[in-house]
């Protein structure tokens, strides 16, 4: 596959339920097609539990596998915030997880070939974020999607026209 993304920014899209961040990512990826920038508008979405093995050496291949199917377009991980592997009893094939993302975005074999997509609420991504600076540092795109009400969605949209 051909380095089709120019200087790719890996994004976080922040926010609370309902407010559009998975179906903005899934834009995101049509839009950057569009623009000939992906050679697909696929988006491969899932949620980082389908990150995390259950033993020893399944994680990597799990997210290998994942970024495979992903390559020429999106990865949206949705609740990525779920991957902070602080306090948890996965906590070890979380980090791992995020080892081999992290891995991924500067690749040779990934870089440039793929969007990363970490969805999640606001905070806790931001700790999540906090527990690696190498991972801050690979998200230069961070969208925050604001909970608005029917009044103030309208606004906005009167805007943008």
Do not use: W
Not at 28 to 34: I, N, Q, R, T
Not at 51 to 71: C, D, F, H, M, N
């Amino acid at each position: 596959m051909n380095n089709l993304l120019p200087d790719i920014n890996h994004m976080l899209f922040l926010g609370p339920p309902g407010v559009g961040k998975t179906v903005s990512a899934r834009r995101m990826a049509s839009l950057l097609y569009e623009k000939g920038l992906l050679p697909t508008d696929k988006c491969v979405s899932i949620v980082s539990e389908a990150l995390v093995g259950q033993y020893v050496g399944e994680t990597p291949a799990k997210v290998r596998k994942i970024l495979q199917e992903s390559l020429g377009g999106c990865l949206l991980v949705d609740e990525a915030h779920r991957l902070d592997p602080g306090g948890s009893s996965a906590g070890e094939y979380k980090k791992e997880a995020l080892g081999v993302l992290m891995e991924a975005m500067t690749s040779p074999d990934y870089e440039n070939k793929i969007l990363i997509i970490f969805a999640g609420y606001e905070a806790p991504i931001n700790r999540l974020l906090a527990t690696d600076g190498g991972l801050s540092r690979r998200f230069k795109t961070r969208i925050v999607f604001k909970d608005l009400n029917a009044h103030e969605a309208i606004a906005a949209f009167n805007n943008l026209l």
